[in-house]
Structures are given as structure tokens and as C-alpha cells.
Nanobody
Framework: VQLQASGGGLVQAGGSRRLSCSAS????????VAWFRQAPGKEREFVAA???????NTADSVKGRFTISRHNAENTVSLQMSMLKPEDTAVYYC???????????????????WGQGTQVTVSS
């Protein structure tokens, strides 16, 4: 499966942004999809993930501000980000795996398909 992340850009603190992860392939509905982010000089960080069955796992740092959802008819997964903070500035990546899980995994090593990343910059 090939993934493409889009929707990044410059946004003011307190604002909102919606990222999309588009996937090729007819079996996307069976995949667990996650969002990760990486800020300069920092390790890649888990943000949120959604399983094929709709189970969601969200990092504490974004809980209540970010919402992940999937739109199987369009082969996309979205990340709606609100109340953005300067510390949310990072390159955001979407990732996917065909391994079925009851609860999405947070480790990046679990995901074997990755998109190219989209930059989100939050100005103070």
C-alpha cells in the first residue's frame, strides 16, 4: 500500500488544521493506520492510530485536541487538530500495517508502510 500525507502548513497557536492520509490499494479497510510526528532533533513520536474496526489510541499529549477518523469509502484517514500549540510543530507522517489489532499499537516499528510526511508549523 502507498500512503500520501497532506494538509500541513503554517497555523497560528490556538488554530486548527486537518491532515489527510490517502492510501492506494483495495484492502485499505483492513489496515490499522497511525499518525506520528517528528520535531527537529527529537525522536519520532506517536500521535494517534485507528484500527480497521475503529478502535482508537491517542497520545496523552494531544488527547482532547486531536481526533483521528477513517473514511474507508475514500481510502483516507484524517487527523483533525485543534487548539494547536507551538510544540505541535513537526513533520507529521501517516503509517499503516495490515496486522489486525484490537487496540492500535503506539510503536513505530509495528507499522511497515509510511507516507512521505507533511510539515505543520504552529506560530506563537
Amino acid at each position: 500500500v502507498q500512503l500520501q500525507a497532506s494538509g500541513g502548513g503554517l497555523v497560528q497557536a490556538g488554530g486548527s488544521r486537518r491532515l489527510s492520509c490517502s492510501a492506494s490499494g483495495q484492502f485499505f479497510i483492513h489496515y490499522t493506520v497511525a499518525w506520528f510526528r517528528q520535531a527537529p532533533g527529537k525522536e519520532r513520536e506517536f500521535v494517534a492510530a485507528i484500527s480497521s474496526g475503529g478502535a482508537i489510541n491517542t497520545a496523552d499529549s494531544v488527547k482532547g485536541r486531536f481526533t483521528i477518523s477513517r473514511h474507508n469509502a475514500e481510502n483516507t484517514v484524517s487527523l483533525q487538530m485543534s487548539m494547536l500549540k507551538p510544540e505541535d510543530t513537526a513533520v507529521y507522517y501517516c503509517a499503516a500495517t495490515g496486522c489486525g489489532v484490537s487496540r492500535p499499537v503506539r510503536s513505530p516499528t509495528f507499522y511497515n508502510y509510511w507516507g512521505q510526511g507533511t510539515q505543520v508549523t504552529v506560530s506563537s
